[in-house]
């Protein structure tokens, strides 16, 4: 099994930035794609960020250029900068990675979610 655990959510101005971390752990061989998803309140999980093995990213449109998506391969980490944050920020936000396990199986894998919240 593989665990996901992010860290860093919390409550900021409008304007502000925070910075999320996202920890995998457990039977790993390799991790392939990490990415950054949210859900607002009333709404669908929408794709924040995405970066490949081989450091390639990939932004939503309404991110692009105050979002930083990167990672770490040793520590199996992967990482969002927030900065110029806007109240429709404000969403529960979720880590996922694609995981190839020692025995080839391939699976995706969540993180139970932090929750950035932006003020006006």
């Known amino acids: 099994q593989v665990q996901l655990v992010e860290s860093g959510g919390g409550l900021v101005q409008a304007g502000g930035s925070l910075r999320l971390s996202c920890a995998a752990s457990?039977?790993?061989?390799?991790?392939?794609?990490m990415g950054w998803y949210r859900q607002a309140p009333g709404k669908q999980r929408e794709l924040v960020a995405t970066?490949?093995?081989?450091?390639?990213?990939n932004y939503a449109d309404s991110v692009k250029g105050r979002f930083t998506i990167s990672r770490d391969q040793l520590k199996n980490a992967v990482y969002l900068q927030m900065s110029s944050l806007k109240p429709e920020d404000t969403a529960v936000y979720y880590c996922?990675?694609?995981?190839?396990?020692?025995?080839?199986?391939?699976?995706?894998?969540w993180g139970k979610g932090t929750l950035v919240t932006v003020s006006s």
């Open positions: 996922n990675a694609e995981v190839v396990h020692i025995n080839s199986y391939i699976r995706e894998y």
């Open positions: 457990g039977s790993i061989f390799m991790l392939n794609a």
């Open positions: 970066i490949s093995s081989d450091g390639t990213t």
